[in-house]
């Protein structure tokens, strides 16, 4: 018998229709988007590997999902958890910001069952479109007994969230985990885990989601000079995760502005402009009362640092999280 898995459609590529099969850039002009039901028909998949159940969700754009759109996104999962007869969730999601909604699901779900992200590089109707081969192999990975937790289904490949992210503009093997590599890959009908993911250990109340403070990233570069911040900060930033230099540092007059928010209440996260590898928590660090970032990437770090000021979580509390994740 076959496994049901429920499919949540939110948009993006992986549901886009062009003005024709060879409109592969573009096609975000005619906002043309089709819903979950519709697009496991276009796909052809039903009752082929999996029973699918389908979710409409959304029709948009990853770039236009808010705080609201997450938080709704994963009530709807926490209640299919539930569920006896589900194998496990697929969600059809834009490549653009996909690393951020899996980050954010693997750390407010408690995922007992396997809750697979997948998205394509090329629109649904164009020419050898990724769409049905990342949509068969997510349906395969949610359906394999004895998987949980979120994970990245793309190009065969399986990916923690954590480590996750898209580091091309358009190729289609543009989701890597750099440095780390993919936890598992799809070949055919197999499905193999080649290590364990590590993890997040916190798990968040979903519900903090509605109610995230404000936290910017700040960009450093030669001649950076901490206006950002200091704007971040009008405008009622709680918290500023500071893209760094490689390391994990700014320009000095960055840093300076940095200790100066910290005084005036703000947490300090540092992270890195590098795109892998960790910040370690140097003395340096230590000194400024800025919190090192480990190797979680300046947009991930912004997630996780607005859910620790949500839940009411001190500098010390945040600092602890971060060096034990
Ligand atoms: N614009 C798309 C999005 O919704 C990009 C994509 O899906 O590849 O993120």
Redesign the pocket.
Known sequence: MLSKVAFIGT????ASLGKDQFDLLDY?AGNKRVDATSLIEHIGIQGKIAEIIPINFREI???ALTNEDWAELAEVCSGLMDDPELAGIVIGH????LEETAWVLSLVLEAKKPVILT???RPLSGISTDAHANLAAAVRVASTPGLSGVLVVVNDEIHSPRSVTKTHTLRLGAFQSPWTGPIGYVDGPLVRMSRADKAPQPVFSYELLRELPRVDITYSHIGADGTAARAFAAAGARGIVSAGFGPGMGTPTETAILQDLIRAGLTVVQSSRTGSGSVVDSAQHKRLEIIAGGDIGPHKARILLALCLARGDNRDDIERLFLSL
Not at 11 to 14: A, E, R
Not at 94 to 97: D, F, L, V
């Open positions: 948009g993006g590529t992986i975000n754009d990853s770039t834009g490549t653009a910001s998205g394509s590089m």
